[in-house]
Protein backbone atom coordinates (compact mmCIF):
# COMPACT_ATOMS: atom_id res chain seq x y z
CA UNK A 1 0.00 0.00 0.00
CA UNK A 2 1.26 3.64 -0.81
CA UNK A 3 0.21 6.13 1.41
CA UNK A 4 0.63 10.26 0.62
CA UNK A 5 1.23 12.69 3.26
CA UNK A 6 0.50 16.09 3.36
CA UNK A 7 2.69 17.97 6.13
CA UNK A 8 0.27 20.83 7.41
CA UNK A 9 1.55 23.88 9.73
CA UNK A 10 1.41 23.32 13.57
CA UNK A 11 1.15 25.75 16.55
CA UNK A 12 1.39 23.01 18.50
CA UNK A 13 5.36 21.40 18.99
CA UNK A 14 4.22 17.99 20.18
CA UNK A 15 2.13 17.83 16.82
CA UNK A 16 4.95 18.79 14.74
CA UNK A 17 7.17 16.11 16.36
CA UNK A 18 4.37 13.50 15.66
CA UNK A 19 4.47 14.80 11.72
CA UNK A 20 8.02 14.74 11.83
CA UNK A 21 8.01 11.30 13.00
CA UNK A 22 5.17 10.06 10.41
CA UNK A 23 7.15 11.37 7.52
CA UNK A 24 10.15 9.78 8.49
CA UNK A 25 8.25 6.66 9.20
CA UNK A 26 6.63 6.99 5.49
CA UNK A 27 9.93 7.92 4.05
CA UNK A 28 11.43 4.68 5.25
CA UNK A 29 8.58 2.72 4.24
CA UNK A 30 8.20 4.17 0.50
CA UNK A 31 12.46 3.06 0.00
CA UNK A 32 11.81 0.16 1.41
CA UNK A 33 8.91 -0.63 -0.67
CA UNK A 34 10.48 0.57 -3.31
CA UNK A 35 13.58 -1.94 -3.57
CA UNK A 36 11.09 -4.72 -3.32
CA UNK A 37 8.38 -3.50 -6.08
CA UNK A 38 9.40 -0.51 -7.90
CA UNK A 39 12.73 0.31 -10.34
CA UNK A 40 14.02 2.79 -12.99
CA UNK A 41 15.77 2.14 -16.17
CA UNK A 42 16.12 3.42 -19.68
CA UNK A 43 14.19 2.96 -23.18
CA UNK A 44 14.82 3.41 -26.76
CA UNK A 45 12.96 2.24 -29.82
CA UNK A 46 11.00 2.65 -33.19
CA UNK A 47 7.71 5.49 -33.63
CA UNK A 48 5.86 4.59 -36.85
CA UNK A 49 4.01 8.19 -37.11
CA UNK A 50 2.47 10.81 -38.97
CA UNK A 51 1.03 14.10 -37.92
CA UNK A 52 -1.76 15.95 -38.44
CA UNK A 53 -3.16 17.78 -41.98
CA UNK A 54 -1.94 20.13 -44.08
CA UNK A 55 -3.60 23.24 -45.35
CA UNK A 56 -3.32 26.04 -47.78
CA UNK A 57 -4.96 29.40 -46.96
CA UNK A 58 -6.87 29.19 -50.20
CA UNK A 59 -9.26 26.69 -50.71
CA UNK A 60 -8.67 24.75 -47.20
CA UNK A 61 -7.10 21.77 -49.04
CA UNK A 62 -6.38 18.78 -46.83
CA UNK A 63 -3.28 16.50 -47.82
CA UNK A 64 -2.73 13.71 -45.48
CA UNK A 65 0.88 12.66 -44.72
CA UNK A 66 2.53 9.22 -45.41
CA UNK A 67 3.67 7.60 -42.52
CA UNK A 68 7.69 7.50 -41.71
CA UNK A 69 9.78 5.52 -39.46
CA UNK A 70 11.08 7.99 -36.20
CA UNK A 71 13.32 7.52 -32.70
CA UNK A 72 13.45 7.44 -29.47
CA UNK A 73 14.88 7.29 -26.13
CA UNK A 74 14.37 7.99 -22.43
CA UNK A 75 13.98 7.45 -18.84
CA UNK A 76 11.29 5.56 -16.87
CA UNK A 77 10.17 4.79 -13.53
CA UNK A 78 8.10 2.23 -11.70
CA UNK A 79 5.82 1.96 -9.00
CA UNK A 80 4.07 -1.22 -8.50
CA UNK A 81 1.29 -2.37 -6.00
CA UNK A 82 0.36 -6.09 -5.80
CA UNK A 83 -0.63 -6.53 -9.68
CA UNK A 84 -1.19 -2.44 -10.58
CA UNK A 85 1.86 -0.22 -11.11
CA UNK A 86 2.32 3.72 -12.01
CA UNK A 87 4.96 4.23 -14.78
CA UNK A 88 6.11 7.75 -15.48
CA UNK A 89 8.56 8.10 -18.36
CA UNK A 90 10.28 11.14 -20.07
CA UNK A 91 11.11 10.69 -23.78
CA UNK A 92 12.91 12.37 -26.69
CA UNK A 93 11.12 11.79 -29.70
CA UNK A 94 12.06 12.80 -33.36
CA UNK A 95 9.39 12.05 -36.30
CA UNK A 96 9.03 12.87 -39.42
CA UNK A 97 5.99 13.18 -41.95
CA UNK A 98 5.71 13.30 -45.81
CA UNK A 99 3.52 15.77 -47.06
CA UNK A 100 3.23 15.36 -51.19
CA UNK A 101 7.15 14.91 -51.09
CA UNK A 102 7.43 17.73 -48.60
CA UNK A 103 9.16 16.76 -45.29
CA UNK A 104 7.66 18.29 -41.86
CA UNK A 105 10.49 17.10 -38.86
CA UNK A 106 9.72 17.35 -35.64
CA UNK A 107 12.01 16.62 -32.01
CA UNK A 108 9.60 17.21 -28.74
CA UNK A 109 9.57 16.00 -24.92
CA UNK A 110 7.38 13.93 -24.23
CA UNK A 111 6.28 12.53 -20.15
CA UNK A 112 3.46 9.96 -20.32
CA UNK A 113 2.38 8.96 -17.08
CA UNK A 114 1.29 5.79 -17.31
CA UNK A 115 -1.38 3.53 -15.43
CA UNK A 116 -0.90 -0.21 -15.28
CA UNK A 117 -1.99 -3.98 -14.70
CA UNK A 118 -0.51 -7.31 -14.82
CA UNK A 119 -2.75 -9.65 -17.04
CA UNK A 120 -1.19 -12.75 -16.95
CA UNK A 121 2.49 -13.94 -16.62
CA UNK A 122 5.21 -11.19 -17.97
CA UNK A 123 2.19 -9.63 -20.05
CA UNK A 124 0.44 -6.22 -19.11
CA UNK A 125 -1.16 -3.47 -20.12
CA UNK A 126 -1.71 0.19 -19.77
CA UNK A 127 -2.72 3.69 -20.48
CA UNK A 128 -2.44 7.45 -19.22
CA UNK A 129 -2.16 10.57 -20.83
CA UNK A 130 0.67 12.32 -22.53
CA UNK A 131 2.30 15.76 -22.17
CA UNK A 132 4.24 16.46 -25.06
CA UNK A 133 6.37 19.74 -25.58
CA UNK A 134 7.86 20.75 -28.93
CA UNK A 135 11.30 21.45 -28.97
CA UNK A 136 12.28 22.28 -33.07
CA UNK A 137 9.97 21.72 -36.08
CA UNK A 138 11.03 22.38 -39.48
CA UNK A 139 8.60 22.18 -43.34
CA UNK A 140 10.81 21.80 -46.42
CA UNK A 141 13.76 22.57 -44.84
CA UNK A 142 12.06 25.66 -42.79
CA UNK A 143 12.88 26.43 -39.49
CA UNK A 144 8.82 26.84 -37.97
CA UNK A 145 8.98 29.39 -35.04
CA UNK A 146 4.79 29.95 -35.16
CA UNK A 147 3.07 26.78 -33.22
CA UNK A 148 -0.38 27.52 -31.79
CA UNK A 149 0.62 25.67 -28.22
CA UNK A 150 4.27 24.23 -27.45
CA UNK A 151 2.82 22.33 -24.90
CA UNK A 152 -0.02 19.64 -25.39
CA UNK A 153 -1.67 16.81 -23.92
CA UNK A 154 -2.45 13.49 -26.13
CA UNK A 155 -2.56 9.59 -24.68
CA UNK A 156 -0.78 6.47 -24.73
CA UNK A 157 -2.21 2.88 -24.70
CA UNK A 158 -0.46 -0.16 -25.02
CA UNK A 159 0.77 -3.85 -23.97
CA UNK A 160 4.02 -5.19 -23.02
CA UNK A 161 5.86 -7.89 -21.33
CA UNK A 162 9.05 -8.32 -18.89
CA UNK A 163 11.65 -11.33 -19.21
CA UNK A 164 13.77 -9.67 -16.45
CA UNK A 165 15.07 -6.86 -16.47
CA UNK A 166 14.14 -6.92 -20.08
CA UNK A 167 10.76 -5.55 -21.79
CA UNK A 168 9.37 -4.52 -24.78
CA UNK A 169 6.05 -2.83 -25.47
CA UNK A 170 3.87 -1.47 -28.39
CA UNK A 171 1.30 1.15 -27.98
CA UNK A 172 -0.77 3.56 -29.60
CA UNK A 173 0.07 7.09 -28.93
CA UNK A 174 -2.77 9.97 -30.49
CA UNK A 175 -3.33 14.03 -29.48
CA UNK A 176 -6.27 15.19 -27.90
CA UNK A 177 -6.66 18.83 -29.88
CA UNK A 178 -5.20 20.27 -33.14
CA UNK A 179 -2.42 22.26 -33.01
CA UNK A 180 -1.57 24.12 -35.57
CA UNK A 181 1.93 25.32 -37.25
CA UNK A 182 1.89 28.98 -39.01
CA UNK A 183 4.27 29.41 -41.82
CA UNK A 184 4.69 30.56 -44.91
CA UNK A 185 4.76 28.94 -48.01
CA UNK A 186 7.61 29.11 -50.14
CA UNK A 187 6.43 27.81 -53.17
CA UNK A 188 3.31 29.63 -53.88
CA UNK A 189 3.62 32.86 -52.98
CA UNK A 190 0.00 33.60 -52.96
CA UNK A 191 -0.36 31.24 -49.99
CA UNK A 192 1.23 33.39 -47.37
CA UNK A 193 -0.59 31.46 -44.03
CA UNK A 194 -0.43 27.59 -44.73
CA UNK A 195 -1.11 25.83 -41.69
CA UNK A 196 -0.06 21.71 -40.47
CA UNK A 197 -1.77 20.30 -37.55
CA UNK A 198 1.28 18.95 -35.58
CA UNK A 199 -0.85 16.80 -33.43
CA UNK A 200 0.98 13.12 -33.45
CA UNK A 201 -0.36 10.19 -34.32
CA UNK A 202 1.71 7.00 -33.63
CA UNK A 203 2.51 3.38 -33.38
CA UNK A 204 5.72 3.33 -30.89
CA UNK A 205 7.65 0.02 -30.84
CA UNK A 206 10.06 0.24 -27.50
CA UNK A 207 12.72 -2.00 -25.63
CA UNK A 208 13.87 -0.99 -22.13
CA UNK A 209 16.03 -2.08 -19.51
CA UNK A 210 15.97 -1.98 -15.57
CA UNK A 211 18.57 -0.56 -13.77
Given at each position: M?S????L????E ?14 VS ?14 A ?12 S ?11 I????G ?6 V???Y ?5 IY???K ?6 S ?9 L ?69 F ?25 L??
Amino acid sequence: MVSFLILLPYKNENNMKKTLLLAVFALVSITAFAQKESGFGIKAGLNYNANGDYFESVGEAASDPDRNIGYHVGIYGKLGVSRLYFRPELIYTKTKSDYNGNSFNMSKLDAPLLLGIKVIGPLHLFAGPAFQYILNTEFDGIDINTIENDFSVGMHIGAGVNLGKLGIDLRYERGFSDNEARFVNTNITSLPDSRLDTRPEQLILSLSLKL
